[in-house]
């Protein structure tokens, strides 16, 4: 089982910024990918930005410039820092970890609860 723990999310006014957090734990024997999901009412969840165990990042196109994934391996960790941010950012983010399981073979996609971000004019 892996469990996924975020922070950081809130309300904010027009071009500000916040930064998110989302900590793994569990019987983790490793983690291809962390990332970050979000969805807004009445919208379908859209990928906003991940990272790879090797670092390689890839970001949304509607995010690109202002936001910037990063991770902590140790901590098993990863952070988006959101800047500029829009009122069409506000939606629940959620947190995904694509990891194996210590004692099992196959790579699975674990989840967060999501936390919400509301963006004011």
């Known amino acids: 089982q892996v469990q996924l723990v975020e922070s950081g999310g809130g309300l904010v006014q027009a071009g500000g910024s916040l930064r998110l957090s989302c900590a793994a734990s569990?019987?983790?024997?490793?983690?291809?990918?962390m990332g970050w999901y979000r969805q807004a009412p009445g919208k379908q969840r859209e990928l906003v930005a991940y990272?790879?165990?090797?670092?390689?990042?890839n970001y949304a196109d509607s995010v690109k410039g202002r936001f910037t994934i990063s991770r902590d391996n140790a901590k098993n960790t990863v952070y988006l820092q959101m800047n500029n941010l829009k009122p069409e950012d506000t939606a629940v983010y959620y947190c995904?970890?694509?990891?194996?399981?210590?004692?099992?073979?196959?790579?699975?996609?674990?989840w967060g609860q999501g936390t919400q971000v509301t963006v004011s004019s």
């Open positions: 995904n970890c694509n990891a194996r399981i210590t004692g099992w073979g196959t790579d699975r996609n674990y």
């Open positions: 569990g019987s983790i024997f490793s983690i291809n990918s």
């Open positions: 990272i790879t165990g090797a670092g390689s990042t």
